[in-house]
C-alpha cells in the first residue's frame, strides 16, 4: 500500500521501519527532521511536510499526545485537510476518547475513514513487529489496515465498530498495567522493610503465579530501584490515568484505585521524578515507611 | 517418612491424599470425624485426638485461620505439649506473622523444629500435586520436609531462614491477587458502562498483556457476575489483607492500595456477600457506577 | 454606583436586591427573563440584553458555571465586548481559576477592571447581606468595588492581587466543606450501627468540639437522611470539588482527600442523586456498612 | 466524696487537682512516685499501690492506653481485685471499644460498678475545668459520679446506658478531629503552592464559615509547620484511628477517610515523627507536592 507515516519517536520509527521492509510504500514525516533519515535509507520517501505524507491509500500517526495529534490532524494544512477523501488516517497513538471521538466527526465530514488502533508494547516490540494492537472503527475500514497492522503487531483485536473504543481499551489497560506497578510497590516495601531479599521474592512471585511478564519487568525495577533510564516515564503514565481518569467522568464510573494512581504519579512528578520510569511510583510505598534499606547504590534518587 | 496431617479441608485433604499416594505412612484427623473416611480408604490411619497425629517424624497442618492453628498447636493436649522433640511441624496454613512468631518459640522451647510452608493454588491445584510452595524455616528442617512438599508442590520455594518470612510473603501474594480483583473491577466497570463487550475485553488482555491465569480467572468471574459458588470466599480475603495490613503497622509500612481492599471485603461483607467469592470486591465499581447493564441473570445480587 | 447585575438565581437575586435596596442603581438580565420582575418591583431596571447591563461603572455576575461565564463574558456581545473602558466586572460566581485567568486577560486586553469575589453562605445568608466574601485583583479596583461588596456580605477579606487566587481559595473552602460531610457521615455510619442515637451524637458534637455551624447543618441533615430539597446540589459540590482537582493538577499537589470526595460525588450522581443535596455523600458510609436502620421514613432514597 | 484518682499525667493531674480544690478527699496513684508531691502539697492523700486507692466510693482513671488500663484495672492487685463492691470505676482514657466491654464485665462480675467518661480539651481545659465529657453507664451509676464530672468538666452528656459507647464516641471525635488536620494539611498546601500567603488564608477561614476552634489551632500549625512540642504527638493520634477502624470491623463499616488517616499516621511515625504533634500528618501534602516554600526557620524537618 502506498502510505503516510506520521511521528517517528521510538516507536513510530519501528513501526514505520517494519512497513517499509514489507514492501509498502511509505513517506514519512516528523517535526524534527533528523528522524527522518534512517528510514530513508530503508527506502522511505521524506515528507517535507504533512500534506505530502497523506497522499496515499492511508496515513498512520503515531505521537506523543492529545496536543500533538490535535496540531497534526486538525491543524492548518493538517490531515483533515489533506487527505483525500475515501482514504484513511490510521491513528494508532495513546490519545483522549474525547479526542478520537472529535477526530471521528472531522474524518467523516471530509467523507475520509477513521480507525483508532493504539498497541500495548515497549520499542523493543515494535521493532520486532510483536505489538498488540486494538483497533476500533467500521469493520471495513479496518480490514483495508489490517495488512499494515499485521506488519507492526503480533495480534490485532478488533474491540468495537467505534473507534473512541479502541482508545478507551487502550487507557484502561495501562491503567491495569499502573495497579501492577502499585501493588508491587507496597508488596516489595512490606518484604523489603522485614528483610526479606526483594529479588528472591520478586522471583518467587514471577516463575509461581505472576507470570505476567509486567511482574518481571516492574518487580525487578522497584527491587533494583532502577527508575532512570525511562523506558515510559512517568508524565506519561500520569497522562495515561488522567485520561482514564477524564473518560470516567462523563461515564460516570468512580475508580478509587484509579484515583490513587492519580495522586501517585503527581506525587512522582511534584518532587522533582519527570524523567523516571513511571515504575517510580512503586517506590514510594518504601519511602513512606522510611526504609534506608536496599538503595541502589546511586546514592541518592530524584524521587525522594 | 511417618507423618500426621491435621486439617482436611478441601485443601488439606488432597494434599494429605498424595502424601498417602506417595507413600509415605500418614495418620490424619479432623475436628469433625466424617472428613477422614475417604483418606482412610486411601490407606491412612485415623487419630482420634491430636497426639495420635503427633507420633511421627512430622505434623503438616492445614487450617483455616488464627484461632484454629492456635487452638490446635498450641491448646491443651495440642502439637506442642504432644510432638517428640526433634520433631517438625510443618504449618502450611495462612496465618498471621504475628502467630507464626509465637509457634516458632512455642516449638523451640519444647525441642521441636517448625517450618512455615503456605501454598499458593485453588483445590484443583492441590489435588494434581500442583501448588506453589513458599517454605521458611532453619535450612536443615526445611530439607527434611521436602519429601512432603515435593509430593504436594510442583516447586518449592524457600525464602528465609525464619519461619514468619513464608507467611508474610503468602499474606503479600494475596494482597497482589485482591489487587488485580480490584484493577480489573473498576476496568471492566468502565469499558462495560461505555458499552464495550465485557468478554472480549477480558478476552483481548488475557490473550495479550496480563496473560497470568488470574487475570483469565478473575476477569470472566467480573464480567460474568458469577460469584457463587465461592472458590475462595470474601471473608477469607478479607482475613488476609486485615493480616497483611496488621503485618504492616509493626513494620511501619503504609499501604494505601492494602487500605482500599480492606474496605472493599469490608463492604462487600456488611451488605450480606459473606458466601461469595472474593471476587466480588470487582462488582463494586459497577454498582457505584449505577450501572445496570450486563445482569448475570439470576435477577438480583446479595452484594447490591 | 451604576451597576449592572447578571444572574438572578437565588443566590444572585438576593445579592442584586441589597444593592437595590442600599440605593444602587442597579440594571438587571438574566437569561430567562421571569426572574427579573420582583427586582424591577424593587427599584431595578431590566437590561434585554447583556451589553443593556454593562453600562455603568461595573457589573457584577453571579452565575451556575465556568460556562455560563464564558458565555455571559467572553461570547458575543458579551461583557468583555460591551463594557466601558476603566469599567470593573465584579466576578462573583464559584468558577475554575483558570478561567479566572483568561478573564483577567481579557478584561486587561480590553482595558477593564476585574475582581474575582466569590461568597460563602447559602441564600438566607445572601438575603441578609451576611455573606463572607473573599476578594482578589488590584487593590484600587477592590476599594473601587467595596461599596458594592459592603452590602452583600458581613465581611470581604482581600487575600491576594491576581484574581485568580480568590477563586481558588473558594474552591478549597467547599473541598473543607465536603471533608466535613464525609468525616460526619463515616463517623455517624460507625456510632449509628453500634446503636447510638444519632441525633444526640450530633448534639453532643455540636455542642462542645465542632461548633462550626457546618457541623450541625450536615450533621442533622446526614443523622436525618434528609437530602431533599438540596439547598446545595451534589452535582455543585462534585463540580467543585473536581475544579480543586484542575487547579491542583499544574500546581502539581496531590490531595488524596479531595480525591475520595471527587469518587464519593460521582457515584451518587451516578446512581441517580443528581437532585439530592451534597450532603448525600454523606450517607454512602451508612450505605457501604449495609446498616438499614435509620430510615428516614420516607420508604426508599435515590441514593440507595 | 472519698476518691481515688490513678494516672497523673498532664490531663489527669490537672483534673485531680480540680476534685482536690472541689472539697473531695482525694487519694492519687502514679507507677512513677513523682507526679504525687504537687498534688499532696493541694492535700492529696499519696497511695503507695493501686488497692490504697480503691478504698473510696470510686476510683478515677485517666491512662495513657490500653496497656496501662488493662495493667491498672485487671492486673493482679488492681482496681477490679480492690474495689469495694458497690463502688464505681469511672474510667476517663481513651481506650478501645473492646476493653471498656471487658472492664464492664470484669467489674460487674465483682459487684462493681462501671462507667466510661472520656474527655474532649487539652491539658489547659482540664486545668480549668472545662472538659468535655461524654460519659455512658447505668443512669443511677452516671449520677453518682456526677459531683466528680461537674468539677473536671463544663458539660457531661450521657450518650448511652452502655459504658463502651462513650468510648466510641470519643474514638469517632478524635477521628474527626484528625480529619480536619488531613483537610486543612491539604487545603494550606494548595494554596500555599500557589503563592497565597497561608496565615492570611487560615485567618479567613476561621473569621468566617470555619470558627471552630480546631480549625484555627490546626491552622495555624499547619500555616507555621511548627509540629513540636507536641500537645497530643502522633503516636496517639494512630493510635486512636487504629481503634476507631477497629472498632468499625465487627461492627462491619467501611470508612476509607478513617483508612486514609491511618496511613497518614504511619508514615509520620515511620518517618522518623514520634515525637511530633498529629497535627505532622497536615505537612505531608505540602511534602508530597514538594514545595520547599515555607519552611518553618527549623533548618529541617523529622518527617521530611
Not at 488516517?89 to 480507525?115: C, E, F, P
Not at 495501562?174 to 528472591?200: Q, T
Not at 511478564?213 to 515510559?232: H, V
Not at 519511602?287 to 547504590?297: E, I, K, L, T
Request: glycine share 10%.
Amino acid at each position: 500500500m502506498k502510505i503516510g507515516f506520521i511521528g517517528l519517536g521510538r516507536m513510530g520509527s519501528a513501526m514505520a521501519a517494519n512497513l517499509i521492509t514489507a514492501g509498502h510504500e511509505v513517506t514519512v514525516f516528523n517535526r524534527s527532521a533528523g528522524k527522518r533519515r534512517s528510514l530513508a535509507q530503508l527506502g522511505a520517501h521524506e515528507a517535507s511536510d504533512i500534506a505530502a505524507a497523506c497522499r496515499g491509500e492511508a496515513v498512520v500517526t503515531m505521537l506523543a499526545d492529545d496536543a500533538a495529534v490535535t496540531d497534526i490532524a486538525l491543524g492548518d494544512g493538517g490531515i483533515t485537510a489533506s487527505l483525500a477523501k475515501g482514504a484513511t488516517h490510521l491513528s494508532m497513538s495513546t490519545i483522549s476518547v474525547a479526542l478520537s471521538k472529535r477526530l471521528a466527526q472531522a474524518h467523516g465530514r471530509a467523507g475520509q475513514s477513521y480507525v483508532a488502533a493504539p498497541v500495548f508494547g515497549r520499542p523493543d516490540m515494535a521493532a520486532a513487529g510483536k505489538l498488540f494492537i486494538v483497533a476500533a472503527g467500521n469493520p471495513d475500514t479496518v480490514d483495508i489496515c489490517r495488512p499494515m497492522l499485521a506488519v507492526m503487531g503480533q495480534t490485532t483485536t478488533q474491540i468495537h465498530s467505534e473507534p473512541w473504543a479502541a482508545n478507551l481499551v487502550k487507557l484502561s489497560g495501562n491503567f491495569l498495567m499502573a495497579s501492577v506497578i502499585e501493588a508491587l510497590g507496597e508488596a516489595i516495601a512490606l518484604i523489603g522493610k522485614a528483610g526479606i531479599d526483594r529479588h528472591a521474592y520478586v522471583e518467587f512471585l514471577t516463575s509461581t503465579v505472576f507470570t505476567a511478564p509486567a511482574y518481571r519487568i516492574y518487580g525487578n525495577l522497584i527491587a533494583d530501584r532502577k527508575f532512570e533510564p525511562a523506558a515510559f516515564a512517568a508524565p506519561l503514565g500520569y497522562k495515561d490515568i488522567r485520561l482514564a481518569l477524564a473518560a470516567a467522568e462523563p461515564l460516570e464510573v468512580p475508580m478509587p484505585l484509579a484515583s490513587l494512581l492519580h495522586d501517585r504519579f503527581l506525587r512522582v512528578i511534584a518532587q522533582g521524578g519527570e524523567q523516571l520510569d513511571w515504575a517510580a511510583i512503586g517506590d514510594l510505598a518504601r519511602q513512606d515507611g522510611g526504609d534506608p534499606r536496599h538503595s541502589n547504590g546511586r546514592g541518592s534518587s530524584a524521587v525522594e
